[in-house]
Every structure is written in C-alpha cells, then in structure tokens.
C-alpha cells in the first residue's frame, strides 16, 4: 500500500491548509487512518485519528478545536483540514493506516505511512 500526501505549503500565522492523502489501492476502508507530525529535533508525534465509520475522531490537545480529519472511503483518502495554523504547528506531516477500524493516537498501531508533505507557519 502507498500512501500519498499533498497540501502543505508555507502560510501565514492565522492562515489554513487542507492536506489530503490517498491510499494507492482499497485497503484502508476497514481501518482507522491518521495524521502525525515531526517538527526537526523532535520525535513523531499523534495529530488526529479517525475510525473506519468516520465518526467520534480524536485530537491531540494542541491541535484541538483548529484541525479537523476527514475520510471518504470511496475515494481511500483522508483530510487534514487545518485552521488557525501557528508557527508551532510547523512540521512534516504524515498520514498513516492502521492495523485497527478503531482510533488510536498510538504510532505502534499503524502499519503503513506516507512519505509526508511539509506545512511551515511563518509568525
């Protein structure tokens, strides 16, 4: 399975972007998908899950109330839909598939990822 995201960019404090990220075949319907983010010097870490049914996704408490996940199994892509951006959410962003149809902010869960798409925020 390949796994490709698109949408970052350089943008503004206060600005938006929406990232999307297709699964290359039908694999991912049954399973949770997530987005995680590596700022440099620091490790990988949880951004937002979403379940297989697509309802009740969970958020790191940084990202909360600013970013939303999204899926539509029909087309094997899930969004990241990111509002309100601060330079803090500077990073590389990965999607990911899990092994479970259930969300979880756990990296060990998920098994296949994408290459990541970088989002800068200037201040």
């Known amino acids: 399975v390949q796994l490709q995201a698109s949408g970052g960019g350089l943008v503004q404090a206060g600005g938006s972007l929406r990232l999307s990220c297709a699964a290359s075949?039908?694999?991912?319907?049954?399973?949770?998908l997530g987005w995680f983010r590596q700022a440099p010097g620091k490790e990988r870490e949880f951004v937002a899950s979403?379940?297989?049914?697509?309802?009740?996704?969970i958020y790191a408490d940084s990202v909360k109330g600013r970013l939303t996940i999204s899926r539509d199994n029909a087309k094997d892509t899930v969004y990241l839909q990111m509002d309100s951006l601060k330079p803090e959410d500077t990073a590389v962003y990965y999607c990911?598939?899990?092994?479970?149809?259930?969300?979880?902010?756990?990296?060990?869960?998920?098994?296949?990822w994408g290459r990541g798409t970088q989002v800068t925020v200037s201040s």
């Open positions: 990911a598939v899990s092994l479970y149809p259930v969300t979880t902010s756990r990296l060990e869960s998920y098994r296949y």
């Open positions: 075949r039908r694999t991912a319907s049954n399973n949770a």
């Open positions: 979403i379940g297989w049914r697509g309802g009740s996704p």
